[in-house]
């Protein structure tokens, strides 16, 4: 339904951030969003996605399907921040995928904040392909009566003195579940790199559930995880 490219030109530095909203009307509802940042360039990105009526061609009942891929080249020492503020009816089923590779001593930070739908997909991928590259990834989820969010982080390590940070924190209540998976992976050639992760949930009800499940794959004895 939408495609959108976003060039920032080299040696810009945007003062008030790229606003994207998202008032979603029809299902399916599927956007691409491609960032090409360029040489010591700085931006902040914020997508809203609200959904207060989708109408179901067959049911009311029905759940109606949104889905969105986000792609960020960063350039050498740029610094991106995309930040997803997700508030869909909990009657969406959410499909999302984030997919960054940082250069040279860039940064990419993800910020993403799930608070509707019924069910929410969430993978957020960074590979760290040069020397000095940063990823943060911080992802914020409130949960209720039976949503469910499966949330996957991941930061590849593929050059040495890259740094990577995934936190997670939610809060879950009545019959809502998440399942919270992190991956940090350091490659051979990795050496001198730091890598952490922390996943936090807070329960409230009996009926709540939150499983986490963090990995490390390490191939490379001059690292910090």
Do not use: M
């Not at 960063?74 to 499909?95: A, D, H, M, R, W």
């Not at 039976?146 to 040495?160: F, G, I, M």
């Not at 350091?186 to 986490?212: F, H, M, P, R, W």
């Amino acid at each position: 339904n939408d495609f959108l490219i976003i060039k920032i030109p080299d040696n810009l530095e945007l003062k008030k951030p790229i606003q994207i909203r998202y008032d979603i009307k029809q299902s399916p509802f599927i956007s691409n969003i491609f960032i090409l940042a360029g040489k010591n360039a700085k931006a902040q990105i914020l997508i809203n996605k609200v959904s207060s009526n989708v109408p179901s061609k067959v049911s009311s009942n029905k759940a109606s399907y949104v889905a969105d891929d986000v792609r960020i080249i960063s350039g050498p020492n740029s610094k991106i921040e995309f930040i997803t503020i997700q508030n869909l009816s909990k009657k969406t089923i959410n499909v999302q995928r984030r997919n960054a590779l940082t250069k040279k001593n860039a940064e990419v930070n993800w910020i993403d904040i799930c608070l509707g739908t019924k069910y929410t997909k969430s993978d957020v991928i960074t590979s760290l392909v040069d020397e000095g590259a940063t990823a943060k990834n911080t992802v914020l989820f409130l949960g209720s009566q039976e949503q469910q969010y499966d949330l996957y982080t991941a930061s590849l390590h593929k050059s040495p003195n890259t740094f990577s940070d995934i936190v997670t924190k939610g809060v879950l209540n009545d019959k809502s579940k998440a399942l919270s998976r992190g991956l940090v992976r350091i490659e051979k050639n990795a050496a001198g790199s730091n890598g952490y992760e922390t996943q936090d949930v807070l329960i409230l009800s009996e009926k709540a559930e939150a499983d986490a499940i963090p990995n490390l794959e390490i191939e490379n004895n001059d690292v910090k995880c």
